[in-house]
């Protein structure tokens, strides 16, 4: 079993940033690959960002890329989402998700799913 909790989010302004963390737990949690997915009011989750169990591989959403980034502490059992220039279009909420293999934007391959972390941006 692996357990995710998220933080970091809140109300911020058009251009500012935000970095959400995610702490994992679990005796085998650092061996996850873990992603970022979000859901807007009314739409379906999408994927954001995911990175491999060492840190080194990543992948991103188009709409994202360039501004986020996704990393990773395994000795602080941590994954963040560092998210600048921020835009109204990015309010959601984000979930952190753990993957036994790196799944990438497959939101079927992650198992575990944090409760999640409201991140609102006004314009």
């Known amino acids: 079993q692996v357990q995710l909790v998220e933080s970091g989010g809140g109300l911020v302004q058009a251009g500012d940033s935000l970095r959400l963390s995610c702490v994992y737990s679990?005796?085998?949690?650092?061996?996850?690959?873990m992603g970022w997915f979000r859901q807007a009011a009314g739409k379906e989750r999408e994927f954001v960002a995911a990175i491999a169990r060492g840190g080194v591989i990543t992948s991103y959403a188009d709409s994202v890329k360039g501004r986020f980034t996704i990393s990773r502490d395994n000795a602080k059992n941590t994954v963040y989402l560092q998210m600048n220039s921020l835009k109204p279009e990015d309010t959601a909420v984000y979930y952190c998700?753990?993957?036994?293999?790196?799944?990438?934007?497959?939101?079927?391959?992650?198992?575990?799913w944090g409760q999640g972390t409201q991140v609102t941006v006004s314009s």
């Open positions: 998700a753990a993957a036994l293999a790196y799944g990438g934007s497959v939101s079927g391959a992650y198992a575990y």
């Open positions: 679990g005796r085998t949690a650092a061996s996850y690959a």
